[in-house]
């Protein structure tokens, strides 16, 4: 499977692509898969929460168990913890795709071994996937194939003026990093790439 970019919809928050790719990984239970090769060479990242969708479909794993934990620093942290709770940091496995009036179920393949090819282009939630499957699946089952990773493993959010009148002199923003993506075993140091098990390099010229 060819996956080019973590998106949810077009922008009009429909969720129509999580429910396509649901209904693709249908079919692939029908057939009755036993391994997924799931090309990601051009993917760069996208929604977190496509991502933890995917990551729902491949490995059979539900709302009760933890995919990954955001690692923020300690002021932002005590910020986040007393507006969210205990659970601020923590993403889920979940149980379905779509808005709430029209939730279709996960469409689980449960798989005990994934292969991923990569390439340096590989990036932020195409990493996460990788990252936050292995403690389910094990290192040895998800099995990079390509190149190096490009070891995106933080994220960040665009600080800018707001007023339309005042834009029209500070022209300006910026996009502070403010958090390490880990998996559930508290993993997140991947910020050099992922390592494949089976170097293919993408082009003749490395």
Do not use: H
């Not at 508290?186 to 098990?197: C, I, M, R």
Request: aromatic share 14%; with cysteine; net charge neutral.
């Amino acid at each position: 499977m060819v996956f080019n970019f973590f998106a949810r919809d077009n922008g009009n928050y429909s969720q129509s692509y999580d429910i396509e790719l649901n209904e693709l990984f249908g079919k692939f239970k029908t057939e009755g898969i036993n391994d997924l090769i799931i090309d990601l060479r051009y993917n760069g990242g996208g929604a977190v929460s496509t991502c933890i969708a995917l990551a729902s479909m491949i490995s059979g794993k539900d709302s009760s168990n933890i995919f990954g934990i955001a690692q923020y620093n300690i002021s932002y942290s005590k910020e986040l913890e007393f507006v969210y709770g205990d659970d601020y940091n923590k993403d889920y496995f979940v149980n379905y795709v779509g808005r709430t009036n029209s939730k279709t179920a996960i469409n689980r393949l449960a798989l005990s071994r994934l292969y991923v090819i990569t390439s340096k282009g590989t990036a932020s939630a195409s990493e996460l996937l990788i990252n936050g499957l292995r403690p389910y699946m094990g290192s040895n089952n998800v099995v990079i194939v390509g190149d190096t990773t490009y070891g995106k493993n933080v994220g960040s959010f665009t600080i800018y003026e707001t007023s339309p009148k005042k834009q029209e002199t500070n022209k300006w923003g910026m996009q502070p990093i403010v958090v390490k993506f880990a998996n559930k075993t508290g993993y997140a140091d991947y910020g050099s790439g992922f390592v494949p098990d089976v170097l293919i390099k993408e082009t003749a010229g490395g």
